[in-house]
Structure formats: structure tokens, C-alpha cells
């Protein structure tokens, strides 16, 4: 009997379908326009939530960028313009996907770049040691006389 609760589970787990945030009073009547406010929608992060798009999220913030979204497709505007609309308010974090830029290029690459300067160093380092003369017990000269006058 318990494998037949855990079969219905499992197939009323994979035939439901993603849940969303959106309440059928936000819905456009217009099914072209829902799906573009969809789109949209999908593509803006939620600034309470945590790395969750307004489509997926339950916060009132969300929900007023939503019918914000929808409200700029009724007036008209193009999926750009209603995008560039809410970067203009709440700034680049509020698109999951950010635009490739100057400071994104540079936020992306400073990363690699340090890595890049530290490998460099620590080889450095190493070919400056093993320049120096170094003993069987892996001192140089200079630091083998510190430890001794230390004795």
C-alpha cells in the first residue's frame, strides 16, 4: 500500500507544472501579452528575494513590479523599453542577466586577473628561494645563521 502512495506522489510530482507567483488577477486578457510580461518578468530579479525572479516570487515588491510589467505593455512599450524602464528605477542588480559592460567585463575579469598576479608572485617567490642557496634541511645560509645565534 505504501508503494502506491509513493507512486501517486511521484506522478502528481512531475505532472505539476512549475509554480508561479502570478495570481490570476494579474493575468492579461490579451494571451500575447501575458506571455511577453512572462518573458519579462523572468528576466527580473526580486529585490527581497534571493536570487528569485518576479515571476517566481510571492513578495508584494514582486507583484508590483508584475502589474508594473504588464502595465508598460498595455501602454504600448516594447519588451526593451519596459526592461530599460525598470533598470532605470531599481538599477542593474534587478536583471538576473546582466548586460555585458565596462564594469560587468570589469567585475568578471578582475578575478582571473588576480589569480593570474598571485601564481605569478608565488612563482616568483619560488625561483628567488631556490636562487639563494638553500641546505639539505631546506634553509639558506642566512637563515640557517639566524637559528643558530637563536641556540
Not at 502528481?12 to 493575468?27: C, I, R
Not at 505593455?73 to 559592460?101: C, I, W
Not at 631556490?130 to 642566512?142: C, H, I, M
Amino acid at each position: 500500500m505504501t508503494w502506491l502512495r509513493s507512486l501517486v506522489l511521484a506522478c502528481a510530482l512531475l505532472l505539476s507544472g512549475v509554480a508561479v507567483a502570478v495570481s490570476p488577477d494579474e493575468m492579461l486578457a490579451d494571451p500575447v501579452l501575458e506571455q511577453r510580461a512572462r518573458n519579462i518578468s523572468a528576466e527580473l530579479r526580486c529585490l527581497v528575494c534571493q536570487n528569485q525572479s518576479i515571476d517566481d516570487s510571492d513578495a508584494d515588491l514582486a507583484r508590483d513590479l508584475r502589474l508594473l510589467v504588464r502595465e508598460r505593455l498595455v501602454a504600448g512599450d516594447s519588451d526593451e523599453d519596459v526592461r530599460q524602464f525598470v533598470v532605470d528605477r531599481y538599477g542593474e542588480y534587478v536583471l538576473l542577466n546582466p548586460r555585458v559592460s565596462a564594469q560587468t567585463l570589469l567585475l568578471w575579469g578582475a578575478a582571473p586577473a588576480l589569480l593570474v598576479v598571485g601564481l605569478v608572485a608565488l612563482w616568483l617567490a619560488g625561483r628567488r628561494r631556490s636562487a639563494a642557496e638553500v641546505g639539505s634541511d631546506g634553509l639558506t645560509a642566512e637563515e640557517r645563521a639566524a637559528l643558530d645565534e637563536l641556540k
